[in-house]
């Protein structure tokens, strides 16, 4: 995203849209990376209900996938889940696909 | 046509808030204010204003509940002194930062310590890069007009920053004069209606105020905030205009200033300015070309202006009710003597700084100010830059 001139935005730092701190992607921050073994997940959802940055996707009540853009890498999720089903792993070890904000 | 009372400048300012009708005023008491507020907290509960009054806890609590009650899109106004508006200091620069046209009236009053409540200007002096417009009143009647001004100056779309209108403490807050008071239909007239563009209690386009605002934008924030209190002496002018037609009372962004033919004037701010002024009708009339520059408008600093209006002077004198410490003088000296820099042939610039916690400031003090500056522009020889009126060795 090209930043803008100070002539072009709202005074104040006022952020007119509402619901857009989707598009900053706090993804990059992460250290450590939640990594989810399907055989061991019973659906309980107790990381969706802990985690802080809604990063556990959910579909048809069941766990889907983690939010990438967003997740933290906290690992609040991993300590929570009952059955060990998410373990963390270091990120370099992944490629880091997205900067944040950028 | 409005009525000719007798107020002191505290019961002024709460007269001009009556007038007002804010639709928020959060205010914590403190000496020598106080009686602004308690005047307006009867009118409140009397019901003669539609205002919601905040009785907070603090000031800090008090500025920051009118950055809430702004943003909200409600007229929303404070007054405080020295202590009190230190407490404020942070709020006063996100008020600013965040465009809000809060109103303010400082009684001024030295800050501690050790603990004084008489006049001098290190409160609002030392708020002057907070980002608000600063206006100095010289009596009740500006301290009035001023900041039924502010109003508007602070809701101007193109500015939109936080005013303050400033008067001395005791000497003009506890002192009864004449005033002249507008109907307060010609107030309510000439103030109109605030209307925030961008109202937190606007459902239909939601608005976030205050998000973090890190290195990529910060830096441009603050470029457009020193656009806006740029443009703002036009503003500033064109409402002093305004006002005029109303009342009849002139204001520039100089206070009045007695210049014609001066070679030597003397620079002030607040109600010495009206002692000053006093000693010039006196002296010009033995035939001296002394002068008065007045402040009014201190933030912005009306730089060129000033530059014009003592161009072919000889000797100037800045009095400076306040200390910046350790700086090459005080406040209003720096903006002066840096005004002048540019000019072909700059005027000797002498500082004095005076009245500190109070400390009365005669007739005779500055008979003998004019006389250094004589004596200055004879010589064109500066002893002493910075000085002291009325300090025992
Ligand atoms: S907490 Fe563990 S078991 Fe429960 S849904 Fe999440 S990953 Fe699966
Ligand atoms: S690591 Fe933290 S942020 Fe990421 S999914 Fe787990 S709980 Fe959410």
């Known amino acids: 995203m090209k930043e803008k001139g100070w002539k072009d935005i709202p005074w104040g730092g006022l952020i007119l849209e509402e619901g857009n701190a989707e598009e900053y992607k706090t993804g990059s921050w992460r250290t450590h990376r939640p990594v989810w073994d399907e055989k061991k997940c019973?659906?309980?959802?107790?990381?969706?209900?802990?985690?802080?940055?809604?990063?556990?996707?959910?579909?048809e009540e069941k766990f889907?996938?983690?939010?990438?853009?967003?997740?933290?890498?906290?690992?609040?999720?991993?300590?929570?889940?009952?059955t060990k089903a998410i373990h963390m792993e270091e990120e370099g070890k992944f490629v880091i696909k997205t900067e944040g904000g950028k | 046509m409005g009525r000719i009372v007798g107020l002191t400048g505290d019961e002024a300012t709460a007269e001009a808030m009556r007038q007002i009708n804010p639709d928020v005023v959060a205010a914590y008491p403190i000496t020598p204010q106080t009686e602004t507020v308690q005047r307006f907290s009867e009118f409140v509960a009397e019901g003669i204003v539609a205002t919601e009054m905040v009785r907070v806890e603090s000031e800090h609590s008090a500025m920051s509940a009118c950055v809430g009650a702004a943003a909200a899109g409600a007229r929303a106004m404070t007054a405080t002194s020295a202590n009190g508006l230190a407490l404020m200091w942070e709020i006063c620069y996100i008020a600013a930062s965040y465009r809000l046209p809060v109103i303010m009236a400082v009684v001024n009053r030295a800050l501690s310590g050790p603990i004084n409540i008489h006049c001098d200007h290190s409160d609002s002096m030392g708020t002057r890069d907070a980002g608000w417009i600063q206006i100095y009143s010289e009596n009740c009647q500006e301290a009035y007009d001023n900041l039924i001004q502010a109003v508007r100056i602070a809701e101007e779309e193109k500015v939109r920053l936080p005013v303050m209108v400033t008067f001395d403490g005791f000497i003009i807050s506890h002192a009864m004069e004449r005033v002249e008071i507008l109907e307060d239909d010609e107030v309510s007239q000439f103030i109109g209606k605030y209307k925030n563009a961008y109202s937190l209690l606007d459902v239909d386009s939601p608005v976030t105020y205050g998000p973090l605002d890190l290195y990529?934008?910060?830096?441009?924030h603050k470029r457009q905030q020193i656009e806006a209190i740029e443009i703002s002496p036009e503003v500033i002018q064109k409402i002093g205009r305004e006002f005029k037609d109303l009342s009849g009372r002139y204001y520039d962004l100089m206070g009045s200033c007695h210049l014609e033919?001066?070679?030597?004037?003397?620079?002030?701010?607040?109600?010495?300015?009206?002692?000053?002024?006093?000693?010039?009708?006196?002296?010009?009339?033995?035939?001296?070309?002394?002068?008065l520059l007045k402040i009014r408008i201190f933030r912005p600093f009306p730089a060129k202006q000033i530059a014009e209006a003592l161009r072919g002077v000889r000797a100037v004198a800045v009095l400076d009710r306040s200390v910046s410490f350790g700086a090459q003088g005080g406040p209003i000296f720096l903006e002066i003597r840096s005004a002048l820099f540019d000019e072909i042939k700059p005027p000797a610039v002498v500082n004095y700084i005076y009245g500190l916690g109070g400390r009365d400031i005669g007739v005779d003090e500055i008979e003998r100010v004019y006389k250094n500056l004589e004596r200055i522009a004879h010589t064109k020889k500066?002893?002493?830059l910075v000085g002291y009126l009325g300090l025992r060795e």
């Open chain 2, 216 to 220: 990529d934008y910060y830096f441009e």
């Open chain 1, 42 to 59: 019973t659906h309980c959802l107790l990381c969706w209900v802990y985690c802080p940055d809604s990063s556990i996707i959910v579909k």
């Open chain 2, 382 to 384: 500066v002893d002493e």
């Open chain 1, 64 to 82: 889907k996938q983690f939010d990438y853009d967003h997740c933290k890498g906290c690992g609040i999720c991993s300590t929570q889940c009952p």
């Open chain 2, 261 to 291: 033919g001066a070679e030597l004037v003397i620079v002030a701010a607040g109600s010495t300015a009206g002692t000053v002024e006093s000693v010039v009708d006196e002296l010009r009339e033995k035939g001296e070309k002394v002068g």
